[in-house]
């Protein structure tokens, strides 16, 4: 029997109750990986050494300070401890040559670490203003999605029939 692959999890400890026990866990597993919720560690790189693989997870806003960014009234609050340990974490997983998974902070996170910034407040950009999203909005956003996705799936379908083309043009 082959042996599953590690994922090593960092998502924080939000107070989302049980769904952080579920939200990565269960699709981790349905893939067949047994994921490692990570706590805070005082060497995160030692973690790696059992994992084959990182997800950075969800969760609250990365401190400005680590971006040369400036505070924002709409940021949520940040914790010191998440952002060194995750940093860390990340930087060791890329040196190692481990796959890294961000996702929403976590691929925030992956950014700064390279030596990206951040917006402090998305609402003032196309999409970024949640708080005005009524239930008739979203539901007009979803059915727009659903067909640029269909559109996204006939465009990479010509796409990938032109180099084919292309290639019959050239020999003949």
């Not at 940093?87 to 670490?113: K, W």
């Not at 727009?144 to 019959?168: F, L």
Request: glycine share 10%; aromatic share 6%.
């Amino acid at each position: 029997m082959a042996a599953r692959p590690v994922i090593a999890v960092s998502a924080g400890f939000p107070a989302y109750g049980d769904y952080m026990g579920l939200a990565y866990a269960r699709p981790l597993e349905a893939a067949g990986a047994l994921p490692l919720q990570l706590p805070y560690l005082a060497d995160a790189a030692a973690a790696l050494d059992v994992a084959d693989g990182v997800l950075l997870g969800f969760g609250s806003d990365i401190d400005p300070a680590r971006y040369g960014g400036a505070p924002h009234p709409a940021m949520t609050p940040h914790s010191a401890r998440r952002d060194a340990f995750e940093l860390e974490l990340a930087r060791a997983a890329l040196d190692a040559g481990l796959p890294v998974l961000g996702i929403c902070r976590g691929m925030q996170l992956l950014n700064v670490l390279r030596g990206g910034t951040l917006l402090g407040d998305a609402s003032p950009h196309p999409g970024g203003d949640w708080d005005r999203w009524s239930s008739s909005a979203r539901r007009s956003w979803r059915k727009r999605r659903r067909r640029s996705i269909r559109v996204i799936r006939c465009a990479c379908s010509r796409a990938r029939a032109w180099p084919r083309r292309s290639a019959r043009m050239r020999r003949g």
